[in-house]
């Protein structure tokens, strides 16, 4: 017997938190952690080395995205960098 997840609506928890998500990009865990927050009243900046498939998802939430490389430390940088000035820092 399989259960069905069931849907919990959000409660508003992160209104006003800026919320910086890696490794976003498809539908695993980095995803799943975007849209949770978005659905608790985050604003999300989404980031992921998958440029087309960060695109699609960035599209898909209706948030800001930036391509970034977590292994290489530029890249790192200039994320954060994107998300100061996109969000006004992280939460």
Same mark, same amino acid.
Do not use: N, W
């Given at each position: 017997?399989?259960?069905?997840?069931?849907?919990?609506?959000?409660?508003?928890?992160?209104?006003?938190?800026?919320?910086?998500?890696?490794?976003?990009?498809?539908?695993?865990?980095?995803?799943?952690?975007?849209?949770?927050?978005?659905?608790?009243?985050?604003?999300?900046?989404?980031?992921?080395?998958?440029?087309?498939?960060? %695109? $699609? @998802? *960035? !599209?898909?939430? /209706? &948030?800001?995205?930036?391509?970034?490389?977590?292994?290489?430390?530029?890249?790192?940088?200039?994320?954060?960098? %994107? $998300? @100061? *000035? !996109?969000?006004? /820092? &992280?939460?």
């Amino acid at each position: 017997m399989t259960q069905t997840p069931q849907y919990v609506p959000g409660h508003g928890l992160l209104t006003g938190k800026r919320v910086l998500v890696t490794a976003a990009a498809g539908s695993g865990i980095g995803s799943s952690t975007a849209r949770r927050c978005a659905e608790e009243g985050a604003t999300i900046m989404i980031s992921d080395r998958h440029e087309a498939r960060l %695109a $699609a @998802t *960035a !599209e898909e939430l /209706g &948030v800001a995205s930036v391509p970034c490389d977590v292994t290489d430390e530029e890249s790192v940088q200039a994320m954060f960098a %994107a $998300a @100061t *000035a !996109e969000l006004g /820092g &992280v939460d």
